[in-house]
């Protein structure tokens, strides 16, 4: 064992003892410990609806902000014998995971009546509840800017085939469709599997995505490169991407969409979910979302009715079976507490019973309504994977398809990475 594994296993130790002593002198019985990820503008929001169940239930909720270091903190106080009563979970692999090991409470008692059925299906276990969503996003989005697109007489594509001959006629102009940027430090490489898992599911539809996300379909399967190649036909196309590939590498997520804003405009149009908007208004505040910006759902490849979504979002789940924290997970499912959600935060709120007035801007409203009405949603299949795949070979395999490997070697890198993950199970080739 090198010494840097043992000074970070010393580390984790101490850590854990800490919250051991710390959880101990602090829990009582009428007491909710919450260890979340959040920071700044969401844990001030996350503590106003906290706020307002304390007031009415006199429970004492204490919050523990853990930031990117969550999981490193979770498992140490997992390893200690002393876990938290309720824990944001970065997502519903790592809540599997979990859920798997023994370490999560079923919440059976919970019902989220009103919830879209992807929010239900997607933080559950063998079956069983373990795990609520709290807000969400939609990912299947394309910004754009509406007085360029006026200026240009183009028209919002209904069709996958009409966006790319939008991205055709916008090239033959000499200007530049698309802005991608795959950069994001360590997790460099998700914004890619973000349009894998959007073209696979406009491709071959909801059952055969559930199928990949289970590993019952192969990472080399025709359908899966089908889908790969699809979004290489807009990635490699340098008259099709602002910078070109080495671009697409370099740029980081954040800073891509913001090529529509440039004069002259580095893009004219950016795929990223309702998230990107909190970017876009931190460095543009005095544009008015719906009139100086705009999204629209990225459009399907079969068929001419409404597109597939795929979504994401925060999740929380119990490691304590206790009266006060079935009170406040059923609370945070209700409607009221989603609504103080949606509009501190700008994320959707997913109760049915949540009005779209709502939201203060016209694309956060216009992304609730068709994540309610869609006829079909799925979430983010990378984060319903195991971590070592969903985060790990996936996320790598985009930047070595972007780099120039062959895709039939990228892909049996993953599907390595998968066997492995997944235990071999049955497996569609």
């Excluded at 014998?81 to 944001?88: E, F, I, Q, T, Y």
């Excluded at 090991?101 to 933080?123: C, M, N, Q, V, W």
């Excluded at 068709?370 to 949603?377: D, H, K, R, S, Y």
């Amino acid at each position: 064992m090198t010494k840097d594994k043992i000074l970070l296993k010393l580390v984790y130790a101490l850590l854990a003892w800490a919250s051991l002593v710390s959880g101990a002198q602090a829990t009582h019985r009428d007491s909710v410990t919450v260890m979340t990820l959040w920071g700044g503008k969401e844990l001030e929001a996350f503590e106003g609806i906290l706020d307002t169940f304390e007031k009415r239930t006199e429970v004492a909720v204490r919050v523990e902000s853990a930031g990117r270091d969550l999981s490193i903190l979770l498992m140490a106080r997992l390893e200690a014998g002393n876990p938290p009563d309720l824990a944001v979970i970065p997502n519903p692999g790592q809540m599997r995971e979990l859920a798997r090991r023994g370490h999560l409470i079923p919440l059976d008692f919970l019902k989220p009546r009103g919830y879209p059925k992807a929010f239900i299906e997607s933080a559950q276990f063998c079956g069983r509840q373990y795990g609520l969503f709290l807000s969400a996003d939609v990912k299947s989005l394309v910004w754009y800017r509406p007085r360029l697109f006026k200026e240009g007489g183009y028209e919002i594509p209904r069709s996958w085939s009409d966006m790319v001959a939008l991205s055709e006629h916008m090239a033959t102009e000499g200007k530049t469709p698309w802005s991608i940027g795959l950069e994001s430090g360590a997790a460099s490489g998700w914004p890619g599997t973000d349009w894998i898992e959007d073209i696979f599911l406009r491709l071959h539809g909801p059952d055969a995505y559930d199928r990949w996300v289970e590993h019952e379909i192969s990472w080399q399967n025709p359908l899966v490169k089908e889908a790969w190649e699809t979004f290489g036909q807009i990635l490699f196309n340098e008259d099709y991407v602002f910078g070109g590939i080495m671009g697409c590498l370099s740029i980081n997520f954040a800073d891509a969409a913001l090529e529509l804003f440039t004069e002259p405009p580095g893009c004219l149009m950016h795929r990223q979910g309702t998230f990107m908007q909190s970017f876009i208004r931190g460095n543009y505040p005095l544009l008015a979302p719906g009139r100086d910006y705009d999204a629209f759902p990225l459009p399907s490849i079969k068929g001419g009715g409404p597109a597939p979504l795929v979504a994401s979002g925060d999740l929380i789940s119990a490691f304590r079976d206790t009266r006060e924290v079935r009170d406040l997970l059923s609370y945070l499912a209700s409607p009221e507490a989603q609504s103080m959600w949606a509009k501190a935060t700008g994320k959707l709120a997913l109760h049915v019973d949540v009005p779209i007035s709502t939201y203060s801007d016209p694309i956060s409203a216009k992304a609730a309504e068709l994540l309610t009405a869609a006829e079909v949603v799925k979430f983010d299949a990378s984060d319903m994977m195991p971590a070592v795949v969903g985060s790990g070979a996936f996320w790598t395999g985009v930047l070595d398809y972007a780099s120039g490997m062959k895709l039939d070697d990228v892909l049996a890198r993953i599907e390595n990475a998968a066997q492995r993950a997944y235990k071999g199970g049955q497996v569609l080739r």
